[in-house]
């Protein structure tokens, strides 16, 4: 079968309760589910039990953790790339169980995302609060580079961004106790690099005031914590100034399975920060790949110490589900930090990372939500997504979020300078479908259904379309940059659409499966099957490439204006 060619304008949608005009899709009891124990060969039952937490605390697409504790609450930020709005915001008091507050890019005006793909954009904020006022600075990768955005409040609104004149990434605050601050960031070593993935740590003082730096730069890390091993991708760096030590800790090694946490420390907040011979303090690249149900590429730490005085680390780490096969994108860990001789080890060598440990002393124990269990009905504005830019171009919501509108649009997934009509979720789980009944009458070409989106070469739809003069539902994908942007389709069968269609578009690790029922046959327990094999691998991180997790949820387009 042929490929079915896509292309239209951007417009605004109007829908006041009337059934979904020819352009517009109507998308109801929208319902994503995960459930990890739906596949006995694939058993993983973590049981809550008291006095335990399970990981991650925030299961899929929540990568470059960063916190900070204010009074009794801990806040925390991850990377949200070229997606919409970016950088969540969370909040909890016992540092397992996190509610999402907010967005600090919540506004169209305050970074750009025009023309990037899926993995530029946001990378790895980093929180902080200093006298009253909170912080995030950042990277906006090919879009102006480094910023600090500031709020009285961590859930908003954030301030629109102060661009910081230099270059590189993961850029962090650090107040010490006399007041000064110091940002320090990842960019390339004087005198250029040596060899592939060298890189560098840098620090320069802060005016909070004025959020402007001030002062000489200065190298502080040249390469990682052995030089002499060629040591790839230092960055994400944090400070702490605890007892008579500066701690420097950056992630080293690459974000993917050889990632780890190194350790340096000083006397001076300048240096010479000097490693621990015992590095890393967090890795999983020594286990053996073949181990059962593993935790991988962990690193991108950060510390945070509680009322009690205990230490812990909240850090990123993915659970594939084959070889290097993840499709959920990296996830936020919590470990406890023990300190030996004076240095912080977030995990013994060797050792594999737990999915239940001991909750932190004194923050109570209120029931964790189950990382392995999902039940997500309906829109909520602050958690679902868009590719580039803000969805209300194209989406309207009523019902209290039951009914989601898309007007399909002629900018379709795969052109980096496109605002596709796609909002979607995070994909928890190895083990995840979203259902929802679409009304669509389309024209020739014209498409509307459930997408999963890795990147712009990466994604595959279920719906409804029309070919050759034929409604159909079919099963359409992209798997690389080599397939035509708008995709192959694998399967398609003739479809009765005048009621809408029930479609289920759902993952098994890595088989995929797409499902129907016209409305009117009022069977949606009895689905038929368009797919119940298909590749799945195609939406991992190793194949797909990029930073970001799969995100699953209703798409329209439209090859008319």
Same mark, same amino acid.
């Given at each position: ?47 809550? /039990? ?8 925030? +299961? ?24 919409? +709005? ?143 091993? /060629? ?29 780890? %946490? ?66 959920? *994108? ?69 019902? *209290? ?25 995070? %994909? !928890? ?54 397939? +035509? ?32 029922? !016209? ?43």
């Amino acid at each position: 079968m042929r490929p079915i060619v896509a292309l239209t304008a951007l417009a605004t949608v109007l829908f006041a309760g009337q059934a979904a005009a020819q352009t517009e899709a109507r998308f109801t009891d929208t319902w994503l589910r995960a459930d990890h124990m739906v596949d006995q060969n694939y058993p993983i039952d973590v049981p809550e /039990k008291p006095g335990y937490y399970r990981n991650p605390i925030l +299961p899929g697409y929540s990568p470059d953790p960063s916190i900070d504790r204010v009074g009794d609450a801990y806040y925390m930020v991850n990377s949200t790339f070229a997606h919409f +709005p970016g950088i969540p915001v969370w909040k909890s008091t016992d540092l397992v169980n996190w509610t999402q507050i907010g967005n600090a890019i919540d506004r169209p005006g305050q970074l750009d995302f025009s023309g990037l793909g899926v993995s530029r954009g946001v990378f790895a904020p980093a929180i902080s609060h200093h006298d009253g006022t909170f912080y995030i600075v950042n990277t906006c990768v090919d879009c102006k580079g480094q910023f600090v955005i500031t709020a009285k409040d961590p859930a908003g609104p954030w301030s629109d961004p102060t661009w910081l004149p230099f270059g590189g990434i993961d850029p962090s605050l650090f107040f010490d106790k006399d007041g000064r601050a110091y940002i320090t960031w990842n960019d390339g070593p004087i005198g250029g690099s040596t060899y592939d993935g060298h890189r560098a740590i840098w620090m320069q003082e802060f005016d909070p005031k004025t959020l402007t730096i001030a002062g000489e730069k200065k190298q502080i890390v040249n390469g990682g914590a052995d030089f002499s091993q /060629k040591p790839i991708w230092i960055e994400g760096p944090h400070i702490y100034h605890i007892n008579d030590w500066y701690y420097l800790m950056p992630a080293e090694g690459g974000t993917a399975e050889g990632h780890s %946490q190194v350790v340096f420390r000083s006397k001076n907040v300048w240096g010479p920060y000097e490693p621990w011979e015992k590095n890393p303090i967090l890795t999983q690249r020594d286990l053996p790949r073949d181990r059962a149900n593993p935790i991988t590429s962990a690193g991108h730490a950060d510390l945070i110490q509680t009322p009690a005085g205990e230490w812990y680390a909240i850090f990123l780490a993915v659970r594939p589900y084959g070889d290097d096969l993840y499709n959920t *994108g990296r996830e936020t860990f919590l470990l406890p930090v023990k300190w030996v001789d004076g240095w912080p080890v977030i995990l013994d060598r060797g050792k594999p990372i737990p999915y239940s440990e001991k909750r932190p002393k004194g923050l109570g124990d209120a029931p964790q939500a189950n990382p392995y269990h999902h039940n997500v009905r309906g829109y909520d504005p602050m958690k679902w997504l868009s590719i580039r830019g803000a969805s209300d171009g194209f989406l309207t919501v009523s019902d *209290g979020g039951k009914v989601m509108t898309v007007k399909a649009l002629s900018q379709p997934i795969g052109d980096v300078n496109a605002k596709p009509a796609f909002v979607g979720l995070r %994909q !928890p789980s190895n083990f995840t479908a979203m259902d929802t009944k679409v009304e669509f009458s389309p024209n020739e070409g014209d498409r509307a259904g459930l997408m999963m989106v890795q990147s712009d070469d990466a994604w595959v739809f279920c719906g409804v379309t029309k070919r050759n003069g034929v409604s159909e539902i079919a099963l359409i994908q992209r798997a690389s940059k080599d397939d +035509p942007r708008d995709g192959v389709v694998l399967n398609a069968q003739t479809v009765d659409a005048k009621d809408g269609v029930h479609v289920t578009l759902g993952v098994r690790r890595e088989k995929l499966y797409c499902m129907y029922n !016209p409305a009117a046959d009022h069977m949606t327990t009895d689905m038929k099957r368009l797919a119940w094999d298909a590749d799945a691998t195609v939406l991992s991180t190793r194949k797909a490439g990029g930073f970001v997790g799969t995100l699953i949820g209703p798409y329209a387009y439209s090859q008319k204006p």
